[in-house]
T-cell receptor
Framework: RKEVEQDPGPFNVPEGATVAFNCTYS??????FFWYRQDCRKEPKLLMS???SGNEDGRFTAQLNRASQYISLLIRDSKLSDSATYLC????????????FGAGTRLFVKA | DAGVIQSPRHEVTEMGQEVTLRCKPI?????LFWYRQTMMRGLELLIY????????DSGMPEDRFSAKMPNASFSTLKIQPSEPRDSAVYFC?????????????FGPGTRLTVT
């Protein structure tokens, strides 16, 4: 079992749709969680951190469920520009910080 | 801010040759990371430095790979000898908070092709 798992997709949705991605992690001691966005042939960029209480940034909402060991990302009112790969990131302090990226979920938003 | 700077952006080399990738982190950041990304394996952490000291190199695939950080503003990743399976995009990233707790800012990557 991979330490961080994501549905690779692709998710094909029309503009204006709501889409949700989940990411599961195996290490219950993991401490920090993030969603990154990566455009085709570009570098990953931080989309948002994920806090235990959940957090929202405009059309994006991230949530953490420690009991079930997953994080989620909800995108409301999808835009064409949201088309990208979304990477789940989990960090665990094992004496030094171990950073693991999920393989990513591809999203295509269509007009 | 200039962001994380990597060079070269593209590298094509023949099997057996030495390859050196370079990275300049964002000024003031004290953690630096080297990643490799392929379609098959996704984004893998190779090594990270904190205050120029290697902290975790467990992701370095084998002895052909080595990384150095002689000062706070420069790091290299060297592959010697290179093999076709090393073909990938290599990203360097830096962060401000010690231990990599903070946001990591990625460079544009070096696309390496080994023939």
């Amino acid at each position: 079992r991979k330490e961080v798992e994501q549905d690779p997709g692709p998710f094909n949705v029309p503009e204006g749709a709501t889409v949700a991605f989940n990411c599961t992690y195996s290490n219950s001691a993991s401490q920090s969680f993030f969603w990154y966005r990566q455009d085709c042939r570009k570098e990953p960029k931080l989309l948002m951190s994920v806090y235990s209480s959940g957090n929202e940034d405009g059309r994006f909402t991230a949530q953490l469920n420690r009991a079930s060991q997953y994080i989620s990302l909800l995108i409301r009112d999808s835009k064409l520009s949201d088309s990208a790969t979304y990477l789940c990131v989990v960090k665990t302090n094992t004496g030094g910080f171990k950073t693991i990226f999920g393989a990513g979920t591809r999203l295509f938003v269509k007009a | 801010d200039a962001g994380v700077i990597q060079s070269p952006r593209h590298e094509v080399t023949e099997m057996g040759q030495e390859v050196t990738l370079r990275c300049k982190p964002i000024s003031g950041h004290n953690s630096l990371f080297w990643y490799r990304q392929t379609m098959m394996r996704g984004l893998e952490l190779l090594i990270y430095f904190n205050n120029n000291v290697p902290i975790d190199d467990s992701g370095m695939p084998e002895d052909r790979f080595s990384a150095k950080m002689p000062n706070a503003s420069f790091s290299t990743l060297k592959i010697q000898p290179s093999e076709p399976r090393d073909s990938a995009v290599y990203f360097c990233a830096s962060s401000f908070l010690a231990g990599g707790e903070g946001e990591q800012y990625f460079g544009p990557g070096t696309r390496l092709t080994v023939t």
